[in-house]
């Protein structure tokens, strides 16, 4: 089964920016959705991002113009780029397929002064 492995959080102040990276343990070219998502503590893992096949893009709204999302078959990775990070953002990311996958640990993100 494949597994994912985020990485790229840290602490940033609000404005800032971070690029979250998730390496899969197998081929991602033939996977056509490839999605990154958030959690807040005691909830539920929210949709952020979603890229396909081809590259076609889509974003939860509360991220829209602020996020991107990219992919490199090549290396088996997915990445999230962030800019102008809010207090709000401050959650674990975490990437997976379509159909879901074992998730994997997951990056933390804090942002705060």
């Known amino acids: 089964q494949m597994q994912f492995a985020e990485s790229g959080g840290g602490l940033v102040q609000p404005g800032g920016s971070l690029r979250l990276s998730c390496t899969a343990s197998?081929?991602?070219?033939?996977?056509?959705?490839l999605e990154w998502y958030r959690q807040y503590p005691g909830e539920q893992r929210e949709f952020v991002a979603r890229?396909?096949?081809?590259?076609?893009?889509d974003y939860a709204d509360s991220v829209k113009g602020r996020f991107a999302i990219s992919r490199d078959s090549a290396k088996n990775t997915v990445y999230l780029q962030m800019n102008s990070l809010k207090p709000e953002d401050t959650a674990l990311y975490s990437c997976?397929?379509?159909?879901?996958?074992?998730w994997g640990q997951g990056t933390q993100v804090t942002v705060s002064s």
């Open positions: 997976n397929k379509r159909p879901l996958g074992a």
């Open positions: 197998g081929n991602i070219s033939s996977i056509y959705f």
């Open positions: 890229i396909t096949y081809d590259g076609t893009t």
